[in-house]
């Protein structure tokens, strides 16, 4: 019989797939047991500095999600406590001093609320310049759409009324 120290995971997931230096992000996490099923936590997010930037727990099974808006050469680790008491310390990923974040929601009158973000860094290779706006289910590019990003926030409002069922990936 082997002892095991940590007999629980967390994993983070900045939206949009990367954290952006001073960007603010949602970002998911999922904690699981051993078996892989999802475990209830609470958490602190500390910087490497060692201030606390904000707590958080599980909304169900182990998922849930806060907000960090990264500084640039700072690292940040979250200490995960388990509702049984165990508890692990884990990094986030880091972030990149260049790039862009991206964000979606449905409206209810069945449109596609799309924000991307970016930083100072970021914006002058990116002003004015010709992007594709993915949104694509398993198996099917569903929409294509030509978007400029001309400022550290952009917004676009996409109609989703012929898009078919299912979960979406806007790219």
Same mark, same amino acid.
């Given at each position: ?36 099923? %999802?475990?209830?936590? +609470?958490?602190?997010?500390?910087? @490497?500095? =060692?201030?606390? &930037?904000? $707590?958080?727990?599980?909304?169900? *099974? ?10 640039? %050469?700072?690292?940040? +680790?979250?200490?995960?406590?388990? @509702?049984? =008491?165990?508890? &692990?310390? $884990?990094?986030?990923?880091?972030? *990149? ?33 010709? *992007? ?40």
């Amino acid at each position: 019989i082997q002892e095991v120290e940590n007999d629980f995971d967390i994993n983070f997931f900045p939206e949009g797939g990367s954290l952006i230096d001073n960007v603010s992000s949602t970002v998911a996490f999922k904690a699981v047991n051993l078996s892989g099923k %999802g475990c209830d936590v +609470t958490g602190e997010l500390f910087s @490497s500095s =060692g201030d606390l &930037i904000t $707590t958080f727990k599980s909304i169900h *099974l182990g998922m849930g999600y806060f907000t960090l808006k990264p500084v640039p %050469g700072i690292s940040y +680790t979250a200490i995960v406590k388990r @509702s049984d =008491g165990a508890i &692990i310390e $884990t990094g986030l990923p880091e972030s *990149l001093p260049t790039g862009v974040t991206i964000s979606a929601f449905a409206t209810l009158d069945k449109k596609l609320f799309v924000t991307i973000n970016t930083n100072e860094e970021s914006l002058p290779s990116l002003n004015g310049r010709n *992007l594709d706006l993915s949104c694509s289910l398993p198996n099917l590019i569903s929409n294509i759409t030509e978007i400029q990003i001309t400022s550290l926030v952009n917004n676009f409002l996409l109609s989703v009324d012929d898009f078919p069922n299912g979960i979406m990936r806007v790219t």
